[in-house]
């Protein structure tokens, strides 16, 4: 999943007291999560874009790709988008229902209304455009994300990102 120059720069980041390999993925506790190509190449994308910072890349959990996938379809379903849930609840929220506990935690999300396909790289140029979303992408304190990309029956393009530490 994680391209060769990726893994490369993922090793350069580690400290080397704690292992000798790249650990690009956090395995799932219960269920198998498998990834649509379009998380995996946004997730690729966003890490390259920590990196050119001269940030970590962050560590792919797919536990929090599940709740991705949840706010993901809440977005497509509500008419209401945003870090605020359907139920009025915060985005947060999603992750307790899965389970996962951290410290803190992030979301982006894009939705671009247009029935082309592979928008993975307008997603990020989208972020990295807002003030809100480049500086949590790059924020180096998160350490694991998940990610979801979605495309609504109408084809719009719908991508959550979310953080944690």
Request: hydrophobic letters at 35%; glycine letters at 4%.
């Amino acid at each position: 999943m994680v391209l060769g120059s990726l893994k490369d720069a993922v090793k350069s980041f580690q400290n080397p007291e704690e292992s000798t390999t790249a650990v690009t993925e956090i395995t799932p506790q219960n269920e198998v999560f498998k990834m649509n190509e379009a998380s995996e190449r946004l997730f690729e994308l966003c890490n390259q874009a920590r990196i050119n910072a001269g940030v970590e890349p962050l560590l792919l959990d797919k536990n929090i790709c599940k709740v991705a996938y949840t706010r993901c379809n809440e977005q497509i379903s509500s008419l209401i988008k945003g870090h605020t849930r359907p139920n009025g609840e915060k985005f947060y929220t999603a992750f307790y229902e899965h389970g996962l506990r951290y410290k803190s935690y992030g979301e982006n999300i894009v939705i671009i209304r247009s029935t082309t396909q592979s928008q993975e790289k307008k997603a990020l140029e989208l972020w990295m455009n807002s003030d809100s979303h480049r500086e949590n992408l790059l924020n180096p304190k998160w350490r694991y994300s998940g990610i979801s990309v979605l495309i609504s029956e109408e084809g719009y393009y719908y991508a959550v990102q979310l953080f944690a530490c």
